[in-house]
């Protein structure tokens, strides 16, 4: 309703274009030849070509055990593995990340703690965790969102000395860096998602990562029936080989996409002027990896900015989700935890599109919609 008011003075600004689409073209022209291989060698979890996927990850995160699994929420399930736990025991959560990282751990019967991020990041605030953080802690779970670096390395420290292990959930931050290394770095186990609407895609698939031997033993071992020797319980999270095959193809066009969305980002800001929002801050020696933009309102509602954009054919991960604070989900109830960055947080900003399928009309529309932005 209120929305309406600044939607028919921006209406006059901003010529009408077609709604702008939010899907991301994965295709790569290596796709076919990886996947005749892959018909060719094996197509189950254990075959060569998803030896080789796993391989290649690890290469490029120079992180020594990467176990690829049939989903992100399966990574986030797997990693759980690589930690030590009883049923009932903590894990605490930022209440601002997607409902996908929680449900694994509720699977499990594992018990979610929210804790706060910082004001203006979506990484947990060391405060809120000193209050939240108890004897029955068994991991801590950090969510950076849309390709933005949180503070892990102050994170990794923080959880070293409590003695708690530190989980990234970086289904958002494929090759997102901080301080000259990767943030997936900064985790004693990373987990990524490679759907098909996350910075790389495999249609459907994950990973997971450590640099320790026996955390790996014990997640590999889950994905397969706990090696099937009958002492340990496990399931069948593996990845198969037609997945992996598209994987090894589309590792070449990373370095691509973070090249198009950086140009599309600095093409946007460049001319973007409106004081009444700005660029959610990136923490120092932080560099995003261009899944989104992230624009945040200065002052007043975000979410009429969000439906400015949305009037004008804008699409948003924020409106589509309607993200909130987890706990505001019925099934989340029980857990709820007042936090007060996170909600001012998820309600100030939105995602902008910058993948490489844009136009430089679309680019021009984007910024011209921004500034004509009244409020
Ligand atoms: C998408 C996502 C997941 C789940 O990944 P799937 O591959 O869809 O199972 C988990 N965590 C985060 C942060 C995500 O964005």
Redesign the pocket.
């Given at each position: 309703m209120s929305a309406s008011t600044g939607m028919s003075t921006a209406a006059r600004q901003v010529p009408p274009r077609p709604r702008i689409d939010d899907s991301v073209q994965h295709r790569h022209p290596q796709d076919e030849l990886y996947l005749r291989r892959a018909l060719e060698t094996g197509l189950t979890g254990t075959a060569p070509i998803v030896e080789q996927y796993e391989q290649r990850i690890s290469e490029r995160y120079g992180i020594k055990h990467v176990l690829a699994v049939s989903?992100?929420?399966?990574?986030?399930a797997v990693a759980l593995e690589g930690v030590d736990w009883e049923v009932g025991d903590e894990v605490i959560v930022p209440p601002s990340?997607?409902i996908?990282?929680v449900l694994p751990l509720m699977a499990r019967g594992l018990k979610p703690v929210f804790c706060d991020v910082r004001p203006h990041n979506f990484g947990l605030d060391p405060e809120d965790l000193a209050r939240v953080v108890s004897p029955r802690t068994r991991a801590i779970i950090e969510?950076p969102?849309w390709g933005y670096p949180s503070r892990a390395d102050e994170l990794q420290g923080i959880a070293r000395s409590l003695g708690v292990p530190l989980i990234l959930?970086l289904?958002?931050c494929h090759v997102t860096r901080l301080q000259g290394r990767w943030l997936a770095e900064f985790g004693d186990i990373a987990?990524f998602?490679?759907?098909e609407?996350?910075f790389m895609s495999t249609g459907?698939?994950?990973f997971v990562m450590t640099n320790d031997p026996a955390r790996d033993a014990k997640m590999r071992a889950y994905t397969r029936f706990g090696n099937l020797d009958g002492k340990k319980v496990g399931l069948n999270y593996k990845l198969g080989g037609l997945q992996a095959a598209v994987g090894l193809a589309r590792l070449d066009a990373i370095d691509w996409h973070l090249e198009v969305r950086a140009r599309n980002r600095a093409y946007l800001l460049e001319r973007i002027d409106n004081p009444l929002v700005r660029e959610l801050p990136i923490v120092e020696g932080g560099v995003i990896n261009g899944y989104a933009l992230l624009m945040q309102v200065t002052r007043g509602d975000g979410r009429r900015f969000v439906e400015h954009l949305d009037a004008h054919g804008i699409p948003s991960d924020v409106k589509k989700y309607d993200n909130q604070p987890l706990y505001n989900y019925e099934l989340l109830a029980p857990y709820r935890r007042d936090c007060k960055n996170a909600r001012e947080l998820l309600r100030s900003l939105t995602t902008i599109p910058l993948h490489p399928q844009l136009s430089d009309e679309d680019l021009q529309h984007i910024a011209a919609t921004v500034n004509a932005y009244d409020g």
């Amino acid at each position: 309703m209120s929305a309406s008011t600044g939607m028919s003075t921006a209406a006059r600004q901003v010529p009408p274009r077609p709604r702008i689409d939010d899907s991301v073209q994965h295709r790569h022209p290596q796709d076919e030849l990886y996947l005749r291989r892959a018909l060719e060698t094996g197509l189950t979890g254990t075959a060569p070509i998803v030896e080789q996927y796993e391989q290649r990850i690890s290469e490029r995160y120079g992180i020594k055990h990467v176990l690829a699994v049939s989903s992100g929420s399966a990574a986030v399930a797997v990693a759980l593995e690589g930690v030590d736990w009883e049923v009932g025991d903590e894990v605490i959560v930022p209440p601002s990340c997607p409902i996908c990282t929680v449900l694994p751990l509720m699977a499990r019967g594992l018990k979610p703690v929210f804790c706060d991020v910082r004001p203006h990041n979506f990484g947990l605030d060391p405060e809120d965790l000193a209050r939240v953080v108890s004897p029955r802690t068994r991991a801590i779970i950090e969510v950076p969102m849309w390709g933005y670096p949180s503070r892990a390395d102050e994170l990794q420290g923080i959880a070293r000395s409590l003695g708690v292990p530190l989980i990234l959930d970086l289904a958002h931050c494929h090759v997102t860096r901080l301080q000259g290394r990767w943030l997936a770095e900064f985790g004693d186990i990373a987990c990524f998602s490679t759907h098909e609407g996350k910075f790389m895609s495999t249609g459907e698939g994950g990973f997971v990562m450590t640099n320790d031997p026996a955390r790996d033993a014990k997640m590999r071992a889950y994905t397969r029936f706990g090696n099937l020797d009958g002492k340990k319980v496990g399931l069948n999270y593996k990845l198969g080989g037609l997945q992996a095959a598209v994987g090894l193809a589309r590792l070449d066009a990373i370095d691509w996409h973070l090249e198009v969305r950086a140009r599309n980002r600095a093409y946007l800001l460049e001319r973007i002027d409106n004081p009444l929002v700005r660029e959610l801050p990136i923490v120092e020696g932080g560099v995003i990896n261009g899944y989104a933009l992230l624009m945040q309102v200065t002052r007043g509602d975000g979410r009429r900015f969000v439906e400015h954009l949305d009037a004008h054919g804008i699409p948003s991960d924020v409106k589509k989700y309607d993200n909130q604070p987890l706990y505001n989900y019925e099934l989340l109830a029980p857990y709820r935890r007042d936090c007060k960055n996170a909600r001012e947080l998820l309600r100030s900003l939105t995602t902008i599109p910058l993948h490489p399928q844009l136009s430089d009309e679309d680019l021009q529309h984007i910024a011209a919609t921004v500034n004509a932005y009244d409020g």
